[in-house]
């Protein structure tokens, strides 16, 4: 499989190519050439498939013959030792917990997936290599317990300062060895753009091996298509149209579950679900893709004021915006609505959900409400645990929840980070001394 750059589809490279680099020299995202077409039969049997065996699948076709059939078995093995499963809240509506991996964020399935990969092509090769990792909140989480004390890699974790959670902020500042976490004066707009801005500096590429671990890179991006085939299977005898809600900041879920649909899932719409930070259903609404400065909500992971993967839809569909416009329904919500709709779930339906999922949930509603004709099954996609925003969400349902062990193991430790400006320069000179 050749892989092109979205700013130039004469910019190619293979798998392995795509994963070491990240992002390509000319700062487009890498995007496959073709996306490939499953055979009926696979939809025909895959309700008797396990998440592990429909991963094969998916990602052989993506991966070709640069990993045998058999070690991509074991990196998926060791990768996705965790379920996705779907909770059914009511007939016509489930929540689909992607919150089971180490770090109890669906970040997990890309993370170590991603993790493996680079490891798998890396074992042969000297020197090390430097992943740099913007981050909202669970994405350093989840690629600092992937990468963990892994041989020859060095994670460098880029967080805006005071707007990730406390648990989030422990679970990235606190495992040391080969993990560091930069907190940034700024944004996580300002992260993202320290982060690409270091994939173009000539002095820094030449003088360092640099990938990425955040949703740019292509690696992070097939995985988190697994789940959308994985709750298809558990929903096909259904006899409906699905309707997926996908809570989205950088835009990363909702693009691995567009490329799913590309290669034969039969999704009827996809729902773009955003908080304050409504770029992408702005550009939905007025075919206008306007940048803004980020803003900061209940739901952080979502707090994206310039989503990537926005290149990347947009090359799925070949920048036709009617097409993209068909299947993406967008709208957004300010936190007051979270916090009622996390309060309403946990009330009707016995259920806890995080604020990210609230907003999905929000989001499915808007969209039932305007299409009641249409016989739509819908899967809100519950992207954290709800103990990881014990402020917000204990503040909705009046109660304390539970915090697991693994979280409360992480709140008792040392945070270890180095703050750093927003500016580019003190960047570079960090990552040049390290």
Do not use: W
């Not at 993506?62 to 965790?82: A, C, G, Q, T, Y």
Request: hydrophobic share 40%; with cysteine; aromatic share 10%.
């Amino acid at each position: 499989m050749i892989y092109f750059s979205t700013n130039n589809k004469s910019v190619t490279v293979s798998f392995r190519e795509a994963v070491i680099k990240g992002i390509a020299e000319d700062g487009g995202l890498f995007m496959p050439s073709f996306i490939p077409e499953l055979p009926q039969k696979f939809f025909n049997e895959i309700d008797k498939l396990s998440l592990g065996e429909i991963a094969l699948e998916i990602s052989s076709k993506f991966v070709e013959d640069e990993i045998p059939k058999n070690d991509l078995r074991m990196i998926i093995e060791k990768s996705i030792s965790f379920d996705a499963p779907l909770i059914k809240l009511s007939d016509g509506l489930s929540i689909l917990e992607l919150f089971h991996g180490p770090t109890l964020a669906f970040k997990d399935f890309g993370a170590r997936f991603m993790a493996n990969v680079l490891g798998y092509f890396l074992r042969h090769e000297n020197g090390h290599v430097t992943i740099l990792v913007a981050t909202s909140g669970d994405t350093g989480s989840a690629v600092a317990n992937g990468f963990y004390k892994v041989d020859g890699v060095d994670v460098v974790i880029l967080y805006p300062a005071g707007k990730v959670s406390e648990i989030q902020e422990k679970q990235l500042t606190t495992l040391g060895e080969n993990i560091t976490a930069l907190e940034v004066d700024g944004t996580f707009d300002d992260c993202q753009r320290l982060v690409k801005a270091a994939f173009v500096d000539p002095e820094l590429i030449k003088k360092k091996k640099l990938s990425s671990a955040n949703s740019i890179n292509i690696a992070r991006l097939i995985p988190q298509s697994f789940y959308y085939f994985k709750s298809y299977a558990a929903l096909k005898k259904e006899n409906s149209n699905i309707v997926f809600s996908v809570p989205s900041g950088n835009l990363g879920n909702l693009t691995a579950g567009l490329i799913a649909k590309e290669m034969g899932l039969p999704v009827f719409k996809f729902i773009a679900a955003a908080n304050a930070n409504n770029v992408f259903p702005k550009y939905l609404q007025t075919s206008v893709f306007n940048p803004q400065p980020s803003i900061k909500t209940y739901s952080n992971a979502m707090d994206v004021g310039n989503p990537s993967n926005y290149a990347r839809i947009v090359s799925l569909y070949g920048n036709d915006y009617e097409k993209i416009k068909s299947i993406i329904y967008g709208t957004s919500f300010s936190d007051e609505e979270t916090i009622s709709a996390i309060k309403e779930i946990h009330s009707k339906y016995n259920y806890t959900i995080d604020p990210h999922g609230a907003v999905g949930y929000l989001a499915f509603n808007e969209y039932l409400r305007k299409h009641q004709d249409q016989n739509i099954t819908g899967v809100v996609l519950e992207t954290a645990h709800p103990s990881k925003f014990t402020d917000v969400v204990n503040q909705a349902i009046k109660n304390e929840i539970e915090i697991p062990a693994r979280l409360s193991a992480a709140i008792r430790k040392e945070k270890k980070s180095v703050l750093i400006s927003k500016g580019y320069e003190d960047f570079k000179q960090f990552l040049l001394q390290k």
